[in-house]
């Protein structure tokens, strides 16, 4: 047994030797078969549920297109189409954006999980000369393990999700509405293919029912600023941003 601990040994850079006889068994690239099978399984089964919430997170981003789309096609393809129909759309939206934001917190929190093993583990494998970054990363990783927590907060998650896809969706439905409040043509008043004159014109088309125009004009700023300050104020390159770019 002696022997073959040596010879084990002598196979292995100074750096993992050193490692090994101070026991830290998951802070260098371990050769004993049960710690090797130990981490596979587990690095596999954290890929795959990080897979899964990955594809959520495209279900849901493609629920907010396919549905956009069909609004579009409701509200521009005819005059009698009210402009409240776009209305809903960003609503719409909004929720699923909500939706997608809760989504992504699960997929942080187990993609930070793989990472850990990618960075400190799997890359000091491939390159035993550079040290992990941290050699804390095992008991980081066993904290979230027995204490799962969300790695990221509600609010820097939305506006992830809103600087990466939904900003586009955002501001195609904004242009969809002030061209159909703002041509005539779109308009079931009057069929005469041109744009709107006056701001009074403008209030009147944006109004909807007894609400008015005023108020809706107001409403939708408001709304698009707050969407504006999230993406903003809450988004950092904090976590995994920090180690690249590929990432979503």
């Known amino acids: 047994m002696a022997d073959t601990h040596e010879t084990m040994s002598n196979d292995l850079p100074s750096g ?53 789309a069909a609004m ?46 990618e960075r400190n583990y799997y890359s000091h494998f491939f390159d035993p000369e ?35 896809n939904y900003v586009w969706i955002f501001l195609i439905l904004l242009a969809a509405w002030l061209l159909k409040i703002t041509t005539a043509v779109l308009q079931p008043r009057t069929g005469e293919a041109e744009f709107i004159h006056s701001l009074d014109e403008f209030l009147h088309n944006t109004a909807i029912g007894y609400i008015p125009g005023e108020v809706v004009l107001a409403g939708v700023l408001i709304f698009y600023g707050w969407l504006l300050y999230v993406m903003i104020r809450h988004r950092t390159n904090e976590g995994e941003l920090t180690f690249g770019e590929v990432h979503v």
């Open 16 to 68: 993992l030797v050193e490692a090994t006889g101070q026991g830290s068994s998951l802070r260098f690239p371990v050769r004993t078969k049960d710690d090797i099978t130990t981490l596979s399984h587990y690095y596999r089964g954290e890929m795959a549920r990080m897979m899964s919430w990955r594809d959520r997170l495209d279900r849901t981003t493609n629920w907010a297109i396919g549905a956009v």
């Open 72 to 117: 579009l096609s409701i509200s521009l393809a005819t005059a009698s189409a009210h402009h409240v129909v776009l209305i809903f759309s960003m609503v719409m939206v909004f929720l699923l954006l909500q939706i997608e934001s809760r989504r992504y917190r699960f997929f942080h929190l187990f993609r930070t999980r793989v990472r850990l093993l």
């Open 130 to 164: 550079k040290a992990p970054e941290t050699l804390d990363w095992s008991a980081e990783l066993s904290e979230t393990l027995r204490n799962p927590r969300f790695t990221i907060g509600r609010r820097q998650a939305m506006a992830r999700r809103l600087a990466r």
